[in-house]
DNA sequence: CCATCTTTGTGCACGCGTTCACAAAGACAT
DNA sequence: ATGTCTTTGTGAACGCGTGCACAAAGATGG
């Protein structure tokens, strides 16, 4: 996976595995699709499939949020739905924080995701004061010594960290020396935080080695032994892959800095 | 972690558990800044506070690998260098297609992480033809109808999707049709692909679910049992920063579909 | 009301990953 | 050469996560 949890060694919320509360945000995005199209219920085979996972991975997860479904029938999918996001603590309000508008960014600013369950961008910070009162994605750029302020008169407890790597810990200990709580980390840094702080990671080159470790090995496999599980792929169509156009402005600092 | 693995049950390579491969980009990071800074050796006791992880876990993943060490000493850092790129396959060049060049596509190709590491992007792509031969990152953006014809003629096997998500699933047949073995996923959808494709996933808005989850959890734990380790967090509903700051047109396609 | 059929919820076993703790190995000083 | 000291490499125990397989529960039809 891209990402990573770091610190929390075993703590379990209330009887939740992490690894099941990693899996929610799935199942929630796969009934949010049937929501949409009007599906009333959906048994735990469907909803596994449509979210990639194991069925009974699925049932036994739902198992720790309650009994939710209806044997011989399914879940009522609205209901999942409001049980999931209760779960997950969507249903309030959260403001985040953005530091760090370079490409990776303004990316994440635009990033449509945000609005649809509980978070809110609050502001976008970063230390160019060329940058200052610049809009992006309609909200104005503030200045870094502003930071403190910002996270207090927003009441903002997720942070999320676009920096280069060399400014990644200062800014990070500024964000929790506000009250910052959470923190997802886009720099390739390995952030050192005091208990009760949550850092995930999410770090794209990572996710290429290993990539690449996987596709080295099938490359040495092809020529011993052959599984032959290789079939060709059947096209699905000739498609259309729309991108939006405009990207942020260029020559700022780089989102996220070589490993 | 912002990434989760997709597939694969329980396959291992050449006995090295999948978990090891996972840390070992993370060892080379911290084993790079020590190249850079000229020191010698190091032991597992050092790296691993450097990479964040336990001494005896580092210890063990590198046993997998070979006895690099020397008791008493440490790890040679330049040896340890070399042997895990070589593990990871990054003493090879790694031709690498971009799809759907957006705000994400854009901070990816700039990201400067990819040419530190075997990766080289070989070519970007996008549906939309008034992004054809327009330069991003140094680099003219080519569109989709030449896919086929970027993948073979540069011998791509990993591909990066950073479309929005109703397009991920085709774009996927068409690059793994067209010989690509790896894809590393931005788009929040479940991509199913065949048997020896590998896909990882990169999910922001999971990874804020999750942070969400656990701030509730700490939210909710300050008022039961006094762990102590919650200092009182600070007043969420505050003002909001800017009325005006409505999130970015929709029309516009975002990088990233909402979940 | 009873039989049947579908689907949930979960007990159980298994395997992977983590961590402890220590013996073995080598460096270094005398 | 011998002893001491440091640090590796790993055996073993433990805990978490996964998946099977099935009993319990409820819907549905007669």
Redesign the interface.
Known sequence: ??????H?PATR??GIPEAT??R???Y???L?ALSERSVPTVSSEELAA???VNSAKLRKDFSYLGSYGTRGVGYDVEYLVYQISR????T?????VIVGI???G??????????????????LIDADPAMAGKPV????VQHTDDLEK?????????GVIATPAGAAQQVCDRLVAA?V????NFA?T?L?VP??V?V???????????????????AGEETAAG?G?????????A??????????P?GDV??????
């Not at 309030?92 to 985040?96: H, R």
């Not at 635009?110 to 609050?122: D, E, H, K, L, Q």
Request: no cysteine; net charge neutral.
């Open positions: 996976m891209a990402t990573g949890r770091t929390r919320s209330r509360v990693a929610l945000p799935l929630l995005r796969a949010t449509a979210a990639g779960e997950l603590g969507l309030q309000d959260w403001p985040v370079g490409n990776l303004a990316a994440l600013a635009n990033y449509g995701g945000f609005a649809s369950r509980g978070f809110r961008v609050a502001a994605a309609g909200i104005p910002i996270i207090k008169d927003n009441g903002v407890s997720i009250g709580t959470s923190i997802l390739p390995v050192s208990d009760g949550d995930r990671k999410v770090d794209l080159s990572i996710e290429l080695q290993i990539l690449a470790f996987h596709e080295q090995r099938k599984d599980a290789l079939p060709a792929a059947a096209p699905r169509g498609a259309a892959a729309d991108s939006s156009a405009d990207q942020g260029d780089p989102a996220v800095m070589p490993a």
